[in-house]
């Protein structure tokens, strides 16, 4: 797990990251932003979870924590789409 960033990229947050957008049922992973407090368990970081719907500024996610699905909502930052790229 992350837990500080290089010298270079201390402070900095990508606005591309911040205002990212997601569909209903993007897969996507939970990646912590160090520069930013986290709003959820730290054992969540590492985790991939289904999209479910935008609430406010954040997404409903469902993860499974322990063979029990959970919901969390987190905000665009700190999460990073993942999936299969079309080349078409």
Same mark, same amino acid.
């Given at each position: 797990?992350?837990? %500080?960033?290089?010298? !270079?990229?201390?402070?900095? /947050? ?6 990212? =957008?997601?569909?209903?049922? &993007? ?15 730290? %054992?969540?970081?590492? !985790?991939?979870?289904?999209? /479910? ?6 997404? =409903?996610?469902?993860?499974? &924590? ?23």
């Amino acid at each position: 797990m992350l837990k %500080r960033k290089s010298q !270079r990229q201390k402070g900095k /947050i990508s606005f591309t990251k911040y205002f990212q =957008e997601f569909k209903e049922g &993007d897969k996507v992973a939970v990646v912590r932003e160090v520069s930013l407090p986290i709003g959820y368990h730290r %054992r969540l970081q590492g !985790r991939t979870g289904t999209v /479910i719907k935008k609430r406010g500024d954040s997404y =409903e996610l469902e993860v499974y &924590d322990l063979n029990k699905k959970k919901r969390y909502f987190i905000k665009p930052v700190h999460l990073k789409k993942i999936g299969v790229k079309n080349d078409n």
